[in-house]
């Protein structure tokens, strides 16, 4: 009998991303975070406080309760919304069902590690490129290291956190609308040397 073996691909394997500047100089870099495992936690009514306990006792992290992003050893939690985060880890193919035995009934549980990407886009001129198509502030005053939002990407949905001071930031693109996202970063990019 013939037994299939399915495995993660990315949507991008055909449409390979800048990896400098045309220069030759450090510019800005843009790679997909691949081997990542997602999922969207969302408390059940009334069980908020139930979920942040479980995820604190299971996984010792602390849940933000406002637009931040919390690491831990193995497991990062990023604000999704008022009883949502999402959480992300390397290489963990069983996410869903561990966070679900977790956590019970205090929330349901939702795999998107095949249904987003995540771009790391890095380099002195990363805030610069994606201010071109946000209408948040990026300034270091207002947006920190940790600090995540939710928020449009010209006409497209994405949640981006900063990752450190350089700035480096990462993007959670929904699959369908990646290569629209590259395609802009790319265009956008130009004038900082994107290839």
């Given amino acids: 009998m013939l037994e299939l073996q399915l495995r993660r691909r990315s949507p991008l394997r055909d449409d390979l991303l800048s990896r400098g500047s045309r220069d030759g100089k ?4 843009i ?3 691949a081997g990542l495992s997602l999922a969207l ?4 009514r009334a069980m908020r406080d139930a979920c942040i306990d479980k995820l604190r006792t299971s996984y010792e992290l602390a849940a933000p309760s406002t637009a931040k992003i919390v690491k831990g050893n193995r497991l990062s939690l990023s604000w999704a919304g008022p009883e949502s985060w999402l959480a992300i880890a390397e290489d963990w ?9 977790a956590l019970g009934n205090a929330a349901s549980v939702v795999d998107l590690s095949d249904a987003h990407v995540i771009l790391r886009i890095k380099g002195a001129t990363a805030a610069a490129l994606l201010a071109k198509g946000l209408s948040i502030d990026l300034h270091p005053r207002v947006f920190k ?21 350089s700035p480096n930031f990462d993007l959670r693109v929904p699959r369908a609308t990646i290569h629209d996202v590259v395609h802009w970063l790319r265009s956008a990019g130009r004038e900082f040397g994107l290839m």
């Fill in 31 to 33: 790679t997909e975070l």
């Fill in 26 to 29: 450090a510019g800005i870099t």
């Fill in 93 to 101: 193919p069983n996410l869903e069902p561990d966070l679900m035995a």
């Fill in 145 to 165: 290291p940790g600090n995540t939002a939710i928020t449009l990407l010209k006409h497209i949905v994405i949640q981006l956190w900063q990752v450190d001071e």
């Fill in 41 to 44: 936690i969302t408390t059940r």
